[in-house]
């Protein structure tokens, strides 16, 4: 006999055992042969793609005018400042730029707890290195934090309306750090044909993994439904008028109008 109906995923499992803030492992089946590879492919690219989140823009080091500089007292060059910056795990609350200041004199080690910053922003790892300093070290840092989406250029995070010695940066604002997904047999009464689905999802701690999981779904149902809205009926043809002779007298009456009567555009007139 042959089955015509769909098999649909009807529960989703969490392995409750290995759930953490930053860790989660969730599995869903029956999947029609096929579908679970779909599934979890669409889910995994929204979820490093498409998952709002924090991290630093644009930033101003006192005495230094491009990254590519050095400061004297400093171990660390102007790049690999930077590069330890946008490493800092960020959450932020509310959709507006938010600014930190990092004020540090050596000798010893700046790091992201040294950051001064507002109570709607999160330092998710204290612990990150951004500088060694010696005795005579200072460092003057400020930050802008945005909140955004995947990976955006330093082109784009370029503010005309901050100073001249704010270097935009290239930032990460993912909170989703990796997913992997792996699809097996699943049995269906005596039929092995049919797929399970695992997904494994590690974040920054901005966002918990059940958390990230639901909004990838989300954005995925909110990108597929205007399909549910084709309606069935054929695709209908535009209404082919039919032609009316034109008496002779009136073609000659129009042929014979000015050229200033016919409303022509200014470039055609130029012609």
Same mark, same amino acid.
């Given at each position: 006999m042959i089955e015509t109906g769909f098999?649909?995923?009807?529960?989703?499992?969490? @392995?409750?055992?290995?759930?953490?803030e930053t860790y989660g492992r969730f599995s869903a089946q029956p999947f029609e042969r096929g579908y679970g590879?779909?599934?979890?492919?669409?889910?995994?690219?929204?979820?490093?793609?498409?998952?709002?989140?924090?991290?630093?823009?644009?930033?101003?080091?006192?005495?230094?005018?491009?990254?590519?500089?050095?400061?004297?007292?400093?171990?660390e060059d102007v790049t690999d400042i930077i590069l330890n910056i946008k490493s800092i795990p960020l959450k932020m609350e509310g959709q507006k730029p938010m600014r930190m200041y990092l004020k540090k004199s050596g000798p010893g080690e700046a790091k992201a707890a040294d950051i001064e910053h507002d109570s709607d922003i999160t330092i998710l790892d204290h612990d990150i290195h951004i500088a060694s300093l010696d005795k005579?070290?200072?460092?003057?840092i400020e930050m802008v934090v945005r909140k955004n989406r995947g990976y955006v250029t330093?082109?784009?995070?370029?503010?005309?309306?901050?100073?001249? @010695?704010?270097?935009?940066?290239d930032s990460s604002h993912s909170p989703v750090i990796k997913v992997n997904y792996l699809v097996s047999q699943a049995r269906v009464g005596k039929r092995m044909d049919y797929e399970k689905l695992e997904l494994e999802i590690w974040t920054n701690g901005a966002i918990t993994p059940t958390e990230a999981l639901g909004q990838a779904a989300k954005l995925l149902r909110d990108h597929l439904i205007i399909f549910l809205n084709i309606v069935d009926e054929p695709i209908r043809k535009e209404a082919v008028q039919e032609k009316k002779?034109?008496?002779?007298?009136?073609?000659?009456?129009?042929?014979?109008?000015?050229?200033?009567?016919?409303?022509?555009?200014?470039?055609?007139?130029?012609?």
């Open positions: 098999q649909k995923p009807k529960y989703l499992e969490c @392995d409750y055992e290995s759930l953490t590879v779909t599934v979890g492919n669409a889910l995994r690219r929204v979820l490093l793609s498409s998952i709002p989140g924090a991290a630093v823009t644009n930033v101003r080091i006192q005495g230094v005018l491009h990254e590519f500089s050095s400061l004297p007292g400093v171990v005579d070290g200072q460092l003057d330093a082109d784009r995070n370029h503010d005309p309306e901050l100073s001249i @010695d704010f270097v935009p940066l002779e034109i008496p002779y007298f009136s073609q000659i009456d129009i042929l014979s109008k000015p050229i200033d009567h016919l409303e022509l555009s200014v470039r055609s007139n130029n012609c």
